[in-house]
C-alpha cells in the first residue's frame, strides 16, 4: 500500500488542502507558479488502470473539479493538466493555472526556463503577485466545493 521509498507515501508533497480516504489534494507551493495544486492518490499505485473504474472516476471527478474552480477563481489562459508519474511513479495529478505572461508559456512549467528581459522578469513578478492575492480565495472555494460535493 505503501512504500518506503515513495515522497508522496512518506510526504504530502505540499499543503493539504482537503483529504479524504483515497486521495488528496494539494498546494504544491511552486515559487513560480502560485495555484499549482496536485491531487495525490492516497495509496502507492502507479498508472490510472491500476484503480478500479470507480476510484478511475472518482479521481478525474476530482481532478476536473480543482480544474473547475480554478477556471472560476483564478481566471487564467488556459489549464495544463498532466499526469507524468517520471520521476515520482506514485500516481499524481498536476493542475496548474497557465497565463500567457507567465515564465514558461507556451512552453510546459517543467521546460527550461526561457531568458527574459528585467521588463518581462517585471510582468511576471506582477502576474504572480496578483495570484498570489487570489490565493486564499481560490483555496477556500475550493475546499468548499469539495466538500460540498462528496
Ligand atoms: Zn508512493
Not at 25 to 42: E, H, K, N, Q
Not at 79 to 92: E, K, Q, T, W
Amino acid at each position: 500500500m505503501h512504500s518506503a521509498d515513495c515522497l508522496l507515501c512518506q510526504t504530502p508533497g505540499g499543503t493539504v488542502l482537503w483529504q479524504n480516504q483515497h486521495l488528496r489534494v494539494i498546494d504544491a507551493c511552486d515559487a513560480l507558479y502560485p495555484g499549482f495544486t496536485r491531487v495525490v492518490w492516497a495509496a502507492h499505485v502507479v498508472e490510472m488502470t491500476d484503480l478500479s473504474a470507480a476510484e478511475q472516476a472518482e479521481l478525474l471527478r476530482i481532478v476536473l473539479l480543482v480544474e473547475a474552480v480554478q477556471r472560476a477563481e483564478l481566471k487564467p489562459d488556459k489549464i495544463n493538466l498532466a499526469a507524468f508519474g517520471n520521476v515520482v511513479p506514485h500516481l499524481h495529478w498536476h493542475v496548474i493555472p497557465r497565463w500567457q505572461g507567465d515564465p514558461h508559456f507556451p512552453q510546459a512549467v517543467w521546460a527550461a526556463l526561457p531568458s527574459a528581459d528585467t521588463a518581462a522578469q517585471a510582468a511576471q513578478a506582477a502576474l504572480r503577485g496578483r495570484v498570489q492575492q487570489q490565493l486564499n480565495a481560490y483555496h477556500q472555494a475550493l475546499v468548499a466545493r469539495l466538500a460540498s460535493t462528496l
